[in-house]
Every structure is written in structure tokens, then in C-alpha cells.
């Protein structure tokens, strides 16, 4: 893993939250709708949910093949894209981890 690019949090109140996280990170803008690109930290993303939880975490990686190839052989491999592999929910407790290059 190289880097921790995106976090995607669910929350409850979407107006409410997309209105805090737009205090909080002032003056920096919105890069698309609901999403903050922090300089070299993480993006933000917030999306509607049932209930307050981070939903994801995006990880850049340097090989997607080679992150593919790890997880399938230690049977952690859920689903596959072009742009993205993910690890297996099950795996680990259900926390949906998302692999880019």
C-alpha cells in the first residue's frame, strides 16, 4: 500500500454533514459533490446512509495485478475490476476496503 486515498463515510443527515465538513475544511472547496481533496492527506467522500459509519477506505497501490494475485491466494480476493480489486468483506468484519492503482 502506498497511501490511504479516499475515506467514504456514511452519514444520516447528509445536508447537515456535507454543511459541517464544508466549515471544517474551509476555505478549502468541495473537488465534486460531497468530496474534499485534503493536499496530501485523504479525500472525504460522504454518502447518504442509515446509519454514521465510515463505509469504505480507498488504498492506492503500486500493482493492482500483484494486490489481485496476494488476496486471491490467501483467499481474501472479493470483487474485481479494471480499476479496482477489493479484499473480501467476510475477511475482514465486514469493513469494505477498496484497492486502486
Not at 480499476?83 to 476496503?97: K, N, R, T
Request: contains cysteine; negative net charge.
Amino acid at each position: 500500500m502506498e497511501f490511504v486515498k479516499e475515506i467514504v463515510a456514511g452519514v444520516t443527515n447528509f445536508a447537515e454533514a456535507r454543511e459541517l465538513w464544508n466549515k471544517l475544511c474551509a476555505p478549502l472547496a468541495e473537488a465534486s459533490p460531497a468530496v474534499w481533496e485534503v493536499a496530501d492527506g485523504p479525500a472525504v467522500r460522504l454518502v447518504q446512509a442509515s446509519h454514521n459509519v465510515i463505509q469504505a477506505l480507498v488504498l492506492k497501490v503500486a500493482s493492482l495485478s500483484r494486490a489481485e494475485t496476494f488476496l486471491r491466494e490467501k483467499g481474501m480476493l472479493g470483487m474485481v475490476t479494471e480499476e479496482q480489486v477489493s479484499i473480501a468483506p467476510a475477511a475482514i468484519y465486514g469493513l469494505d476496503i477498496r484497492l486502486v492503482q
